[in-house]
C-alpha cells in the first residue's frame, strides 16, 4: 500500500524558470494539501484541494503560484519565474475525506533556484 | 490566525530517560492535535494525535496530554532510544471550514548514549 508520493524529490532551477511539482496521494484519498518549509522552520500551510476543486488557498502566494489536482493524474504545484526566495522544502499531505482526517505526509521536493 | 508556540526548540536527552516537548495555541475553538516526527530528507511521519474530546493518549512509549482550559498540549516519550533522535513538530487543526494545519517551529531531539 503505497504512501503519499512525489517527485521529483530535488530540483534545481534558475531564476526566471517554472518548477512544476507533482503529488500522488495515497490510494483512495481524495484530498490533498499543499505546505511548504523554509530551513528550520515549521511547516507552513499554501493550498488544499479536492479533485477539480481548489478549497482553501489562502496559505498561496498571490502571484507566480499556482495548485491544480484533476480528475485523472496527480496534484501539480507550479511555480512561474523563480526566484530564490522560493527555495524550500514543499510537501504534499493526504487525507480520504476533508475535515477531520488525518493527514499523511510525502517525502517532499527540494527546490533550489540558483 | 492560530498561532502556535513550541519549546523547547532542542532537547537533548540520555538514553533511557524521558523527553516532553510543550506546545501552546491560540484559537479555543480548535480541535485537533497531532504530533508528527521528521527525520533528515524525509517528511513528516504522524506518530500520535488527540482529539479535543480526551485529555490523554497512550501509544507504547508515546504519549499525549491536552489541556483545553489552559490551551496547551504536550508529547511524552518514555525510555528513549537513538533512534528517537529527530524533530518533532507539534501541529493544530481549528474548526473552520478549511482542513488546514498549522504547526509549531519544532524541536530537535537528540538522544545520547
Known amino acids: 500500500n503505497a504512501g503519499v508520493m512525489q517527485n521529483p524529490r530535488h530540483l534545481v532551477r534558475r531564476r526566471g524558470q517554472e518548477a512544476r511539482l507533482r503529488c500522488s496521494p495515497m490510494k483512495g484519498h481524495s484530498h490533498v494539501y499543499w505546505y511548504r518549509q523554509l530551513p528550520e522552520e515549521g511547516l507552513k500551510f499554501m493550498v488544499y484541494l479536492q479533485k477539480e476543486n481548489i478549497i482553501d488557498e489562502s496559505g498561496m502566494p498571490k502571484e507566480r503560484f499556482s495548485a491544480e489536482f484533476p480528475k485523472e493524474g496527480p496534484s501539480i504545484l507550479r511555480i512561474q519565474q523563480v526566484v530564490r526566495g522560493d527555495s524550500a522544502a514543499y510537501f504534499c499531505a493526504s487525507s480520504p475525506q476533508g475535515k477531520g482526517e488525518t493527514q499523511y505526509f510525502g517525502p517532499g521536493t527540494r527546490l533550489l533556484v540558483l | 490566525g492560530e498561532n502556535v508556540e513550541q519549546h523547547p526548540s532542542t532537547l537533548s536527552v540520555q538514553e533511557g530517560d524521558s523527553a516532553v516537548i510543550k506546545c501552546t495555541y491560540s484559537?479555543?475553538?480548535?480541535?485537533?492535535f497531532p504530533w508528527y516526527k521528521q527525520e533528515l530528507g524525509k517528511g513528516p511521519q504522524l506518530i500520535i494525535d488527540?482529539?479535543?474530546?480526551?485529555g490523554e493518549k497512550k501509544d507504547q512509549r508515546i504519549a499525549v496530554t491536552l489541556n483545553k482550559t489552559a490551551k496547551h498540549f504536550s508529547l511524552h516519550i518514555t525510555e528513549t532510544q537513538p533512534e528517537d533522535s529527530a524533530v518533532y513538530f507539534c501541529?493544530?487543526?481549528?474548526?473552520?471550514?478549511?482542513?488546514?494545519?498549522?504547526f509549531g517551529t519544532g524541536t530537535r531531539l537528540q538522544v545520547t548514549l
Open positions: 488527540i482529539r479535543s474530546n480526551v
Open positions: 484559537d479555543s475553538a480548535s480541535n485537533y
Open positions: 501541529a493544530v487543526r481549528g474548526t473552520g471550514t478549511a482542513s488546514k494545519l498549522t
